[in-house]
């Protein structure tokens, strides 16, 4: 099975801030990527797939980058809806695998 | 609009049975593939299942295989999960999610999912 490592698994910042969390592939899995932004108590809704393409509804302070092993969701200026969990997911082979999650939080 | 809507919360003793329904809205079924994906209580996501958009095709985590079984009625734009044998740590919240494409191929096509359904609580405990 791949094996997705997030970090960090948590992070505090301000609004406006520019975060970034880095998902890490325990094998080459090309740009097959996605990510997911999940609220308390909510499903989980998806951000970003094929590693670098934006969901359409998504707004653009969203980006997404990497291929390989090692990619990285940006959020440009962090937004007060934005404090979250997000999660990636391999796309490239069976089981469909997670990352644990990082935590965004209000600093 | 696209709506994925899952049955409700469920409490189930260790080694029984349970089923599980989403009934979609908004697309035309049979032209998307389907998953199952859990999240335990306080824990990261688990993918579970996958279904082709005309049912041909499943497959499964190897935590459930043998044990859960996924299906779909085309007819009723309605998903399914048949959960047996469960154990406590088949406890977690259920989400069916729609895949943007007919089947659910890694790396080809569109293997991730979108929208998700609210979820459904299913505990495992005597």
């Known amino acids: 099975d791949i094996q997705m490592t997030q970090s960090p698994s948590s992070v505090s910042a301000s609004v406006g801030d520019r975060v970034t969390i880095t998902c890490r592939a325990s094998?080459?899995?090309?740009?097959?990527l996605a990510w997911y932004q999940q609220k308390p108590g909510k499903a989980p809704q998806l951000l970003i797939y094929a590693a670098s393409s934006l969901q359409s509804g998504v707004p653009s302070r969203f980006s997404g980058s990497g291929s390989g092993t090692d990619f990285t969701l940006t959020i440009s200026s962090l937004q007060p809806e934005d404090f979250a969990t997000y999660y990636c997911q391999q796309a490239s082979s069976f089981p469909l695998t997670f990352g644990g999650g990082t935590k965004v939080e209000i600093k | 609009e696209v709506q994925l809507l899952e049955s409700g919360e469920n409490l189930v003793q260790p080694g029984g049975s349970l089923r599980l329904s989403c009934a979609v809205s908004?697309?035309?079924?049979?032209?998307?593939?389907m998953s199952w994906v859990r999240q335990a209580p306080g824990k990261g996501l688990e993918w579970v299942s996958g279904i082709s958009g005309g049912g041909g095709t499943t497959y499964y985590a190897d935590s459930v295989k043998g044990r859960f079984t996924i299906s779909r009625d085309n007819s009723k734009n309605t998903l399914y999960l048949q959960m047996n044998s469960l154990r406590a740590e088949d406890t977690a919240v259920y989400y069916c999610a729609k895949v943007p494409d007919i089947v659910l191929v890694p790396g080809a096509g569109a293997p991730w999912f979108d929208p998700w359904g609210q979820g459904t609580l299913v505990i495992v405990s005597s």
């Open positions: 908004g697309f035309t079924f049979n032209y998307y593939a």
């Open positions: 094998q080459g899995i090309s740009s097959w």
